[in-house]
Nanobody
Framework: EVQLQASGGGLAQSGGSLRLSCATS????????MAWARQAPGKRLERVAT????????TYADFVEGRFTISRDNAKNTVYLQMNDLKSEDTAKYYC????????????WGKGTLVTVSS
């Protein structure tokens, strides 16, 4: 059974930082490209960042470029999202998932972790 367990969310002040983790199991993590996505209340799911299986290539949505950093530890089957200079518009539930070669999400979503940024 595939598990995608995001954690590390919480309440942060505008300008603050949080580090999210997503512990995974049930699939070949070290061979999988990974992504973080988020969904704010009443809005569509949007991709935040991606990282290739070897960790060498990352991409970011324009709205987090320069503030967020995605990384991974293949020995721990875990992907991370360091979020700095948080803004109120970053308030959302954050999820991780593996990605297919054509950029689709692979598995059913986990429960995610809620990030709330107060202004």
């Amino acid at each position: 059974e595939v598990q995608l367990q995001a954690s590390g969310g919480g309440l942060a002040q505008s300008g603050g930082s949080l580090r999210l983790s997503c512990a995974t199991s049930g699939f070949a993590f070290s061979n999988s490209d990974m992504a973080w996505a988020r969904q704010a209340p009443g809005k569509r799911l949007e991709r935040v960042a991606t990282i290739k299986s070897d960790g060498d290539t990352t991409t970011y949505a324009d709205f987090v470029e320069g503030r967020f950093t995605i990384s991974r530890d293949n020995a721990k089957n875990t992907v991370y999202l360091q979020m700095n200079d948080l803004k109120s518009e970053d308030t959302a539930k954050y999820y991780c998932n593996a990605m297919t070669a054509n950029g689709l999400y692979f598995y059913p979503w986990g429960k995610g972790t809620l990030v709330t940024v107060s202004s």
